[in-house]
Nanobody, 117 residues
Framework: QVQLVESGGGLVQPGGSLRLSCTASGSIIGIHNMGWYRQAPGKQRELVAYITNVGIANYADSIKGRFTISGDNAKNSVYLQMNSLKPEDTAVYYC???????????WGQGTQVTVSS
């Protein structure tokens, strides 16, 4: 029943910005985090950022200082503001929910981010 829908990906030049959005629907019980992962071709999926149920944000070192994660509990949404984008940020970005109860992940379908001149 849980579904995550991402939007906001696209093609941007180096140094540009994008804002990714993710909205969750369905029954999500208990404490959970929401966040963003990314996967480039030939590489493992990696954690980009996540935010806890009480609003504590965590970031990967590779994007720290450039990206900002935020959430809106009332809208069941999470956002990723991506600034100063670099070609190495090119990847499919996935929204995710992690439930502390049961340790379960829910995934969105992904949105492509391409950084190129």
């Amino acid at each position: 029943q849980v579904q995550l829908v991402e939007s906001g990906g696209g093609l941007v030049q180096p140094g540009g910005s994008l804002r990714l959005s993710c909205t969750a629907s369905g029954s999500i019980i208990g404490i959970h985090n929401m966040g963003w992962y990314r996967q480039a071709p030939g590489k493992q999926r990696e954690l980009v950022a996540y935010i806890t149920n009480v609003g504590i944000a965590n970031y990967a070192d590779s994007i720290k200082g450039r990206f900002t994660i935020s959430g809106d509990n009332a809208k069941n949404s999470v956002y990723l503001q991506m600034n100063s984008l670099k070609p190495e940020d090119t990847a499919v970005y996935y929204c995710a929910i992690y439930t502390h109860y049961g340790g379960r992940y829910y995934w969105g379908q992904g949105t492509q981010v391409t950084v190129s001149s």
